[in-house]
Every structure is written in structure tokens, then in C-alpha cells.
């Protein structure tokens, strides 16, 4: 068993359904791994990406990572029964060699090259990714059909910001997710209470909405915020400050009694124990969002539930970051609380399967053989062009 090929590119992504709004020049790299089983007459290729947010990792995919499988021995990242790829194998190589640290970048070429590691083995053994994942943590008895889900998106508008935020919203609603999250931190806090006001209105209440300030308040700045939002009633208050300002996270937590959400910009277990050590967050109502993918694919992902479970954390309290097909099966396979879904934003890679929407706020799962890009008609376009293209 062994990896014959892997191709990169770097691709554009929008924070917007219409791609033509400027969204800050957001890229992701896509990979293509070609392994050397065959089914139905045709090498297996597992696709990935560097789910959304952190930009592409090109030059670390094609100039440390990829090198390493490519030059695995025969049978290196073979599993026991010797007839399927073994990922968590392929991680340990991928990272052998490398120095403790460094987190931010290279967990998010480790990751792109995971998923699509998963996605290969998955569709060598001819199950959706959530079953065969269940089965290799021996967790196959309690796999669920469906999992919640909620939407992403809320980004600003340059122009006529409330009154196209209200319309997505109601779209939103229209193809059946009951929660939302919104972003805020850009514009004031005057401004964000607006857009919070006219976002809960659409959804029918505040109890649906989770804001996400992206890591913009600064100490008073946060306290600001958080006393401002407190009687709101939000479903939670996401990514307050810098993520590795621990003491600023504490004072908010101390001070806000609705759930806080964390963990979105961190991307190893060290970090994680940080948080549940210095991060004032309370396990009874606050919200992990760790993005599987940035945070060295599922080898790393489990490393940080274990952290989190020491430390008292539940698996309901892991939403993860992502809002892709991906994700969907990661929260399925370990029982997690749900996952994001990006139905309007950074097409083609977020959202559901072509023709599936949400039904009162749950998702079902695809049950193609591997992730299931191949459900998502433009997305495959993309990953079969580069698989096919001529070096």
C-alpha cells in the first residue's frame, strides 16, 4: 500500500455568496493523493483541503510534507491487514523530524494532506468516511444518521450591510438551520448591535445567534462587549480576543454569564491545555471549536479531546470550526456536540451535498464512500481537473 502521487494548487475562496464582494484576498490549498489500490479499474484518489481561514500551504504540502509520503517504504503507511492506508501512520511520518512549536502554519499542510488521507482510506474500504473512522476508534455502534449543525456566514457587507444581512439570514432559515452566527469586532459596538438586533429578528430569536468578534477586543475592549451582550441571551460569544491572550479570556469568562466559544485559532493539544488551564472557561455551557483540519488532521483533533476530556470537558461541547462535508463526519464518528456548516459562504468547498439541506437544524450524513466531495458537482470538478492535468 503506498501513495504514488500528490498534486497541490492553491485556490481563491469568498467569504461571500457572491464571490465578486472583495473577501480580503482568502485562498486554501486543495491536494490530491493518488494511492496505488485500484477499485472499479481506477487508482483511488483521497481529496483534501486547508478548510477555511488560515490561507494555503503550498510551499510546506510540496516542500516537506508531501516529500515524506511520497518516499515512504513499502508497507510504511500500510494498516495491520496490510490492504489499506493507515492515516495515523502517514501522520507520524509526516511529522517525524519535526520540532515541538511552530503551530499556526504547518498544522494546516499536515492537515490539508490528513483529510485527503482519510478520504482515500475511507473509499478503499467502500464506506462513508463517519462509518469507517467509527470503526477504526471502535465506536461503530453509536455512529448517528444525522448530527446538528448551524450556519456560518454574517460576514459585513461594504454596502447596505443590515438590510443584506437580514436577507441572509432569512435564507438561512429558508434552507432549514435554526441557529446562526454572525460576525462582529469590525464596525463599533453601536454597529454590532445592530447587526445582532436584525439577525436575531430574522431567525425569531436571540437564543439562535452566536456572534463571532474574531479575535478583535482588547482587555477593555472585551469587557465592553461582554456587558453589553450579557442580557441579550446569545447562544454564545465567540472568539473574544487575541487567542492566546488567556487573562483577557478569563476576565470575560468571569464576567459573562452566556456560553463563550474557543479554541478556533488554536491549533495543537499544548494549546488546548493552555486554554483549560488559563482560559477561565467553564465546562458546564462553554463552547470548544477546534477546526479539525488546523489542528494536524484528526491525529492532532484526538489528541485535544483527550486534553479537554482531562480537564473535564464533555464531547457535547465540541463544535467544530470548518463549516465543510469534512467536519459533518469528524462530529458524527466521535460524538461530538455538532458541527458548522458554511451554506452560503466559500463555495464550492462549504455547505452541504448538492440538492441537501438542513431539516430543523440537523444535517444528514453522505453516504458516498470517503468524504463525499464527489456530491458536490463543482467541487469535484475542481479536485478531478487537478488530479487529471498534465505536469
Not at 498544522?107 to 490528513?114: E, F, I, K, R, S
Not at 475511507?122 to 473512522?133: N, Q, S, V
Amino acid at each position: 500500500m503506498r501513495i504514488v502521487d500528490i498534486r497541490e494548487r492553491s485556490v481563491a475562496i469568498s467569504r461571500y455568496a457572491d464571490p465578486a464582494i472583495p473577501s480580503g484576498g482568502l485562498t486554501t490549498s486543495i491536494v490530491a493523493v493518488t494511492t496505488d489500490a485500484v477499485r472499479d479499474g481506477r487508482p483511488v484518489i483521497g481529496y483534501g483541503f486547508g478548510s477555511i481561514g488560515r490561507f494555503a500551504q503550498g510551499g510546506l504540502i510540496r516542500e516537506r510534507f508531501a516529500p515524506r509520503l511520497l518516499a515512504a517504504a513499502d508497507g510504511a503507511l500500510a494498516d495491520a491487514s496490510g490492504t489499506n492506508l493507515d492515516p495515523f501512520r502517514a501522520g507520524s511520518l509526516m511529522m517525524a523530524g519535526e520540532k515541538p512549536g511552530g503551530h499556526g502554519e504547518r498544522c494546516v499542510a499536515v492537515g490539508t494532506l490528513d483529510m485527503a488521507l482519510w478520504d482515500a482510506a475511507a473509499k478503499i474500504a467502500g464506506l462513508p468516511l463517519h462509518r469507517f473512522l467509527a470503526g477504526r476508534l471502535g465506536r461503530g455502534d453509536s455512529v448517528p444518521d444525522r448530527v446538528p449543525v448551524y450556519a456560518g456566514g454574517g460576514y459585513p457587507y461594504p454596502a447596505d450591510d443590515l438590510a443584506r444581512l437580514a436577507e441572509e439570514m432569512r435564507r438561512l432559515a429558508d434552507l432549514g438551520y435554526t441557529r446562526a452566527k454572525i460576525k462582529i469586532g469590525a464596525a463599533g459596538l453601536a454597529q454590532d448591535l445592530r447587526r445582532i438586533e436584525v439577525a436575531a429578528a430574522a431567525l425569531g430569536d436571540a437564543g439562535r445567534l452566536a456572534v463571532d468578534a474574531m479575535n478583535a477586543y482588547d482587555g477593555p475592549a472585551a469587557l465592553a462587549a461582554a456587558a453589553a451582550l450579557a442580557p441579550l441571551g446569545l447562544w454564545w460569544f465567540e472568539d473574544v480576543c487575541d487567542p492566546l491572550d488567556f487573562s483577557t479570556q478569563a476576565a470575560v469568562a468571569a464576567a459573562y454569564p452566556g456560553p463563550i466559544a474557543a479554541g478556533e485559532a488554536l491549533f495543537s493539544a499544548a494549546e488546548a491545555r493552555l486554554l483549560a488551564l488559563h482560559g477561565g472557561l467553564r465546562p458546564d455551557r462553554d463552547i470548544l471549536l477546534f477546526d479539525p483540519v488546523h489542528c494536524y488532521g484528526l491525529p492532532g483533533t484526538l489528541q485535544i479531546v483527550d486534553v479537554m476530556a482531562a480537564a473535564g470537558w464533555p464531547r457535547r461541547a465540541f463544535w467544530p470550526h470548518g463549516g465543510h462535508l469534512f467536519t459533518l463526519h469528524v462530529v458524527a464518528a466521535l460524538g461530538l456536540g455538532g458541527a458548522e456548516v458554511n451554506p452560503l459562504s466559500f463555495r464550492p468547498f462549504g455547505g452541504l451535498g448538492d440538492g441537501a439541506m438542513a431539516t430543523d437544524g440537523f444535517a444528514s450524513l453522505p453516504q458516498a464512500p470517503g468524504i463525499g466531495f464527489e456530491e458536490r458537482a463543482e467541487l469535484a470538478a475542481i479536485f478531478r481537473d487537478l488530479s487529471e492535468t498534465t505536469r
